[in-house]
């Protein structure tokens, strides 16, 4: 049964027009006019003084109403038989219906969502009297909404002490910008820049965290991987062979400590995993002692018994601190050899299983795990896991192999440990929601001008908008830094295409492998983390482990000068995953 089409929505933006085309390279008045400037038609003595309308504007209480409907009242109250003109009536006719849009699509909890309710007659001020309004974000107040909802898009009351700073910096951002009213020199740059800084203080302590909660849950994952495959690779030895007590002692002790080792240390397709796997089923049949054994059986016992030993030792790195206790190790082995070679018997027994807690949840179909690993790390959801309240939470990790999802608060703590199965069962039970948070204000602005679409945008611009490719939310986690040299990704081939590196580096997706020819080994990793606001890259081995953190320009700045060759690798995986990154344009997130 095809059932990814039931997770589709995870992917959908609110409009075709991504973040990046903003702001738009035109005035959309023509538009605005054409589609609102037919309400009422202008009557010269009915006109209000645009001063006068500022000062309605101003006046005016119930920020529940749309600036429009706030003016209606207050004229209908007072009896003023005035009327906005036909461009003022249709530019607050405009910013009504994108605020509206804006309030459903980007909702903020409250009582943070209130304090933002004062700039609505500020905002309308700002479109009637200055023309870069009409050109979604390129106003300082579609800047500041835009990283406002994109800095509040976590934040919930439940939060605690973590709550306040932002609150703080929201009211005096609103505080300072209603100053506009009594002094037209207030800078709203400056006041943006302001919020921006001190929120992306907030944001960078809040992704430290999250990254820290991520290293430690990726490390434990891959503890827990790594105790579940020497256990497995141990037990399917022991379940062949039936051994002497004490070695089966030490199998179960420190060489399933070594296993684990050589795992975390070299990985599953490492040489040093093949050799660890070959020596524990050659020291099993080394002990079997069948009656009267032939000679090339004796002769063979001896081979192992003079390199056994060595091989034993060396990769017994959980007691490479203890020289005692891997010569007392290597000692008892060695006196059992001695009894096989002297065709003593040895008291051979059935060595119980390494016993493991196992996974309680059902694995699920493949398609819908499929589907779930293509969620990118940094999305934000709304996710009802309890009988209270739902949570906001960001996917900070994407646990491919363990089939698990761990999401992050606000404040960058961990908040929700889910396996896909759990996930999946909360998006059939639609307790999921899909949260936007880039760009909304400046979105819903084109949106309610009739401009969603990027033909949309080049039927305006009589030019063609290039569409960005689909670019990750930041950041899924990196685990511990790297032991050991990077592996080569599997049949990469370089990409050829004829194309600058802005655009390059903008197309980049998760996963991408690079080849980095700036040192004096060449490196070849891929692409994990994209921190998107703080322009940072981070990339990986095949093992998860990190191998270079590197910023955007920097990164620009190889591709110019031929250091970084940007490679692909085909597989049915990817296709899934770009699949799930094109979803339907008409689709909306509103589920």
């Known amino acids: 049964m095809d059932v990814s089409h039931r997770y589709d929505h995870l992917?959908?933006?609110?409009?075709?027009?991504?973040?990046?085309?903003?702001?738009l390279p035109c005035s959309l008045r023509e538009l605005v006019m054409n589609r609102y400037g037919q309400v009422r038609g202008d009557t010269a003595d009915q006109t209000m003084p645009l001063e006068e309308l500022l000062d309605y504007l101003q006046r005016s209480e119930n920020h529940q109403l749309t600036p429009l409907e706030a003016v209606a009242e207050q004229l209908e109250a007072m009896g003023d038989p005035t009327q906005p003109t036909r461009e003022q009536g249709a530019t607050l006719a405009w910013l009504g219906a994108a605020l509206q849009d804006w309030e459903k699509r980007y909702r903020l909890e409250r009582p943070l969502a209130d304090l933002l309710l004062p700039l609505k007659p500020l905002v309308a001020a700002q479109a009637l009297t200055d023309p870069r309004f009409f050109q979604p974000g390129e106003h300082p107040l579609h800047q500041l909404l835009d990283r406002i909802v994109s800095s509040a898009i976590g934040w919930q009351p439940q939060l605690g002490r973590a709550r306040h700073a932002l609150e703080q910096h929201i009211q005096q951002a609103v505080t300072d910008s209603l100053g506009w009213f009594t002094n037209r020199d207030t800078d709203l740059n400056a006041i943006c820049a302001t919020f921006a800084e001190a929120s992306e203080r907030d944001r960078s302590r809040a992704r430290r965290m999250a990254l820290r909660v991520a290293e430690t849950e990726s490390g434990q994952a891959r503890a827990a991987d790594a105790r579940q495959r020497a256990a497995q690779m141990i037990n399917a030895c022991l379940q062949e062979f039936p051994a002497p007590a004490s070695i089966g002692e030490f199998l179960k002790g420190p060489w399933f400590a070594s296993a684990q080792l050589v795992l975390l240390k070299f990985g599953l397709?490492?040489?040093?995993?093949?050799?660890?796997?070959?020596?524990?089923?050659?020291?099993?049949?080394?002990?079997q002692t069948p009656e009267n054994a032939p000679e090339d059986r004796r002769q063979h016992i001896f081979e192992v018994v003079t390199r056994l030993p060595k091989d034993i030792k060396r990769l017994l790195l959980s007691l490479h601190h203890d020289s005692d206790a891997v010569s007392d190790a290597v000692g008892m082995i060695e006196f059992a050899h001695l009894r096989v070679l002297r065709q003593q018997p040895l008291e051979l027994e059935t060595i119980a299983a390494i016993e493991l807690p196992g996974e309680t949840l059902p694995p699920g179909d493949s398609e819908r795990a499929d589907t779930l690993r293509a969620i990118k790390a940094g999305q934000w959801f709304l996710i009802d896991n309890t009988d209270g309240a739902a949570v906001r939470v960001k996917l900070s990790l994407n646990m491919e192999q363990q089939q698990k999802l761990l999401f992050t608060n606000h404040?960058?703590?961990k908040a929700l440990l889910l396996h896909y199965v759990e996930f999946a069962d909360l998006l059939t039970a639609k307790k999921v929601t899909r949260l936007h948070q880039r760009a909304g204000f400046s979105t819903c602005l084109a949106r309610a001008a009739g401009v969603d679409t990027v033909e949309a945008m080049q039927a305006l611009t009589g030019m063609v908008v290039p569409e960005p490719p689909p670019v990750a939310e930041a950041p899924p986690s990196p685990p511990a830094e790297p032991t050991a040299t990077a592996a080569p990704a599997p049949e990469p081939r370089a990409i050829k295409e004829?194309?600058?590196?802005?655009?390059?580096?903008?197309?980049?997706?998760?996963?991408?492998?690079?080849?980095?020819?700036?040192?004096?080994?060449?490196?070849?990793?891929?692409?994990?983390?994209?921190?998107?606001?703080?322009?940072?890259?981070?990339?990986?081995?095949?093992?998860?482990?990190?191998?270079?953190?590197?910023?955007?320009?920097?990164?620009?700045?190889?591709?110019?000068?031929?250091?970084?060759?940007?490679?692909?690798?085909?597989?049915s995986f990817r296709s899934q995953v770009s699949r799930a990154q094109d979803p339907p344009a008409e689709q909306d997130q509103e589920e």
Request: no cysteine.
């Open 269 to 287: 397709d490492s040489e040093q995993w093949s050799k660890m796997s070959e020596t524990t089923h050659t020291l099993l049949d080394s002990v």
């Open 411 to 413: 404040a960058g703590l």
């Open 11 to 23: 992917e959908v933006i609110a409009l075709k027009l991504s973040p990046e085309h903003f702001p």
């Open 498 to 571: 004829n194309l600058n590196p802005v655009q390059l580096i903008s197309g980049l997706p998760m996963g991408a492998w690079l080849g980095f020819h700036d040192g004096a080994t060449p490196l070849l990793a891929k692409l994990a983390v994209h921190d998107k606001d703080l322009d940072m890259y981070l990339f990986v081995n095949r093992e998860g482990l990190k191998m270079r953190e590197i910023s955007r320009r920097d990164l620009l700045a190889l591709i110019e000068q031929g250091q970084v060759d940007i490679l692909e690798t085909r597989s």
